[in-house]
């Protein structure tokens, strides 16, 4: 499946991305290139969207302008809006866009040839999936290779409201079910909305606007792919520019048991909230030291927790070498005592990127030192990849 982002907004980019980058996965996102050429306010800058490129996003066009039916336009018109949008983000960084959305998803004949005349390989038209935004039906699901790569269909979930996680989920379960060994699940985000945020209540009634908690529980569901509680097995998320490339579809990945011992750096902690009364976010970052298996293991790592109350918390978050070799969503009790933090218990790791893409296993944690300070966790088990 892939997570596609249309409109370039700059609260994907505050929200969206740190929990796409948490969990290891990339998306798609689309850029109205007028926007980035401001760069107004609302919407990502060409930094912004180069960095994405950087760590493996896919940039892809949404046209100069976004004008709101590309198919009433002269043929002329739609050529310097598609072509001109894709001169535009290679002079601004980006190199060789291959992924285009259609404002509004409207496409004909005629934009589809246009489009892949100006250079782009796939694009993604509008709905197709299902008669219904809210209950899956057929087709449920776009072949792979696509039907049309003109014309790639998509879902929506839930249209101009709020996507909900149960929907979100039931989407990619019954686009599962019906693939029959095959098949891709472009699925569209535009805001993404939190709820700190200034602009929150006008943000979440933008059309289709996702919550930020939403989509991270989303991204653990399919990080969790093929675990109790998490999305169908087999379930994997890419680009729509890796998704159309054969090479990225075919891995053989041996089994091997690693036994794995580290240190955990903790070089911050943040915290927003009042402990024992809100439930507040837990940010932090350090550095890893130890080994798996035979392999030294250095690298960063920051992970993201939703706190609940002042003595046991679950921590749901993931972590990182510098290498980009793996990155695991895992749950580790933290308690909160004067000012102390300690962790402590067992947790899990669900999937991963890179060499570790299929690993599974399981840890102990100890450790703790001062809220906000520099502490240090020991990490022992055994993973699987
Ligand atoms: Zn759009």
């Known amino acids: 499946m892939s997570l596609t982002f249309d409109d370039a907004y700059q609260d994907q980019w505050l929200y969206g991305v740190p929990l796409l980058r948490l969990h290891g996965f990339n998306a798609t996102f689309y850029v109205i290139t007028s926007d980035s050429d401001v760069p107004y306010k609302c919407c990502m800058s060409w930094r912004e969207l180069d960095t994405l490129q950087g760590q493996g996003d896919d940039i892809g066009s949404h046209t ?22 894709r001169r535009d983000m290679v002079s601004n ?17 005629t934009a589809e040839s246009i489009v892949r005349h100006c250079g782009f390989t796939n694009a993604r ?18 072949t ?22 149960a929907d979100l989920e039931g989407f990619v379960t019954a686009a599962a079910a019906a693939a029959a060994g095959g098949g891709w699940l472009p699925i569209t985000f535009h805001d993404v909305c939190d709820k700190a ?20 529980q989303f991204l653990d569901w399919l990080v969790a792919a093929g675990e109790p509680g998490g999305a169908p097995a087999g379930i994997v998320v890419k680009t729509m520019r890796d998704a159309m490339t054969p090479n990225h579809m075919t891995a053989n990945h041996k089994t091997t048991n690693h036994k794995i011992s580290e240190t955990h750096h903790i070089a911050r902690i943040s915290t927003q909230g009042k402990p024992g009364t809100d439930t507040f976010r837990l940010i932090a970052g350090g550095t890893v030291d130890g080994r798996i298996g035979a392999t030294t293991v250095h690298g960063a790592f920051r992970s993201l927790g939703q706190l609940t109350g002042a003595r046991s918390e679950t921590e749901h978050g993931t972590e990182f070498d510098d290498g980009g070799s793996r990155s695991f969503v895992h749950h580790i009790k933290f308690a909160i005592i004067n000012g102390q933090i ?13 060499a570790y893409r299929h690993a599974r296993g399981s840890f102990k944690l100890s450790g ?18």
């Not at 038209?125 to 776009?142: C, Q, V």
């Not at 929150?200 to 939403?214: E, F, R």
């Open 93 to 109: 960084g980006i190199q060789n866009p291959v992924s285009f959305a259609y404002p509004d998803g409207i496409d004909n004949a």
């Open 144 to 165: 792979l290779p696509p039907k049309d790569p003109m014309a790639v269909r998509t879902i929506a979930v839930d249209g101009a409201n709020p996507e909900k996680l």
């Open 64 to 85: 100069i302008h976004h004008p709101n039916n590309l198919t009433m336009l002269t043929n002329s018109q739609i050529t310097q809006e598609v072509c001109g949008s």
């Open 125 to 142: 038209a509008g709905g197709g999936i299902s008669n219904s935004d809210f209950t899956p039906s057929a087709p449920y699901i776009e």
């Open 197 to 216: 945020a200034a602009d929150w209540s006008h943000c979440m009634s933008t059309w289709g606007a996702v919550q930020d908690t939403v989509l991270g």
């Open 342 to 354: 300690t962790t402590s218990g067992s947790g899990k790791w669900t999937g991963g990127t890179g």
């Open 368 to 385: 703790g030192g001062p809220l906000g300070g520099v502490q240090t966790s020991h990490i022992t088990g055994s993973i699987i990849c």
